[in-house]
C-alpha cells in the first residue's frame, strides 16, 4: 500500500466517501425490496419518486477510532457476531412496511 492516501484524521476510509457508499449501497438494497414487494412504498408512490429524493439527502456516518487496538474491535464484534436479533416465534409477517 505504498500508493495510498492518508487521509487526516487518520481513518482506513474517508467518512465521507463512506456516506455516500453506504447511501448509494442502502438505497440499491430497499429499491430492491421494493420491486421484489418485500417492503411497501407508502401512498402508492412509484418507486423513482420515492427513492430519488433520498440520493440527495446528506447521509451522517459517525466514525471513531477504537478505544483499543485491533483485538478490542475483534473482541468486540465478536460479542453480537452470533446472538439472534429476532427470534422466529416473534416475527409476525413476512412483508415489512416503511413507513417515512
Known sequence: ME????????FLFPVKAMAIVFRAKYLHG???LITNQDVTVPFHLDI?????????K????????????PQQ?????GRYT??????????????L???L
Open 73 to 77: 474491535v475483534i473482541e468486540y464484534l
Open 48 to 56: 423513482q419518486e420515492f427513492i430519488s429524493p433520498l440520493y440527495s
Open 82 to 95: 452470533h446472538k439472534v436479533a429476532i427470534t422466529n416465534n416473534r416475527i409476525k409477517k413476512s412483508k
Open 58 to 69: 446528506d447521509w451522517v456516518v459517525y466514525a471513531k477510532k477504537p478505544f483499543g487496538g
Open 97 to 99: 412496511i416503511l413507513i
Open 3 to 10: 500508493n495510498a492516501v492518508r487521509n487526516k484524521d487518520d
Open 30 to 32: 430497499l429499491k430492491k
